[in-house]
């Protein structure tokens, strides 16, 4: 049985994820959908062709990584593609948000990431691909934003290694990096009034970037960047110093 495994798909890009890949792969027997809040992803599986399983997962709770390790033993399915969407940020001072929901974000961005690929690449077979969703503040540090940018430079930099290590087995890892895209996300990032300045100027659509997402992915690409403005803001962390920019962003975001 030939599977895609989408985290994060009761919302925000892991949904559009969802329906994009049940329009592009025919050969693909069931589309494994994991998040928490299994009602949104029943009606998200409405409209979809594919059979799916819908998996009401917390990916920072071990008795549920057991149930999906458990499950994979005994279908023994081809992951064809894992998408690791689930994740969230938080913006705001380091010391004036709590210590929890800094401690969380490393937990689902990095810790579950890393888990849920280990535990699924034994599934993987030759052309099989994983799709990880970094963050263009991947790029560099986000004072405001710290603990988030870490953790997606932490996924950005495991993708493109392990792609790397993948390579003789053809599997393809691609590490995506959007800036601010339309989602619930904002809903938690935002919560404590803190406001991303360039959010304004960039925001993009989840369907444009997952289309990039997955067009990139079947050519096999190591990063995936959607939109001019992002892609030159990627040049740009590469050429210029990153206490330049960090200058420039601070006279940007002051009030
Ligand atoms: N939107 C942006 O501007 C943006 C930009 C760059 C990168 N990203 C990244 O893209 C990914 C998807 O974000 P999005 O914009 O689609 O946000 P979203 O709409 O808020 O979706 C986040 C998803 O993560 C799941 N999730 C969070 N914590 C979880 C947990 N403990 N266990 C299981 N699932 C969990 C949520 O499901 P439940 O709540 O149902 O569990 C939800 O399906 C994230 O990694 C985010 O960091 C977003």
């Known amino acids: 049985m030939n599977i895609i495994l989408i985290t994060g798909a009761s919302s925000g890009m892991g ?145 493109r290694a392990l792609n790397r290590e993948l390579r003789p087995k053809r599997i393809y890892v691609t590490s995506v990096c959007p800036g601010p895209v339309d989602t619930p996300f904002f809903d938690i990032a935002e919560k404590d009034g803190k406001i991303l300045a360039v959010k304004k100027l960039t925001m993009t659509r989840a369907d444009k970037v997952v289309a990039q997402a997955l067009a990139d992915s079947y050519h096999k690409k190591e990063v995936s960047v959607y939109s001019g403005f992002i892609k030159a803001f990627h040049i740009m962390t590469k050429l210029i110093p990153h206490r330049v920019l960090l200058m420039i962003l601070g006279c940007i975001q002051k009030p």
């Open 15 to 159: 949904v559009e994820f969802a329906l994009q890949t049940d329009n592009i792969f025919d050969r693909v027997d069931e589309i494994w959908m994991i998040a928490r809040r299994k009602e949104a992803m029943l009606e998200v599986a409405q409209h979809m062709d594919h059979t799916t399983r819908i998996l009401d997962m917390d990916v920072t709770n071990d008795a549920h990584f057991e149930r999906l390790a458990n499950l994979l033993a005994e279908e023994k399915p081809t992951i064809r593609m894992l998408i690791n969407c689930a994740g969230y940020g938080v913006m705001g001072k380091f010391t004036k948000l709590q210590a929890k929901e800094q401690l969380g974000m490393i937990d689902v961005n990095c810790r579950a990431l890393t888990r849920m690929t280990y535990l699924c690449l034994p599934y993987m077979r030759k052309n099989s691909r994983i799709i990880q969703l970094a963050s263009s503040a991947a790029f560099m540090p986000q004072p405001e934003f710290a603990v988030y940018a870490a953790t997606k430079a932490y996924v950005h930099s495991f993708s």
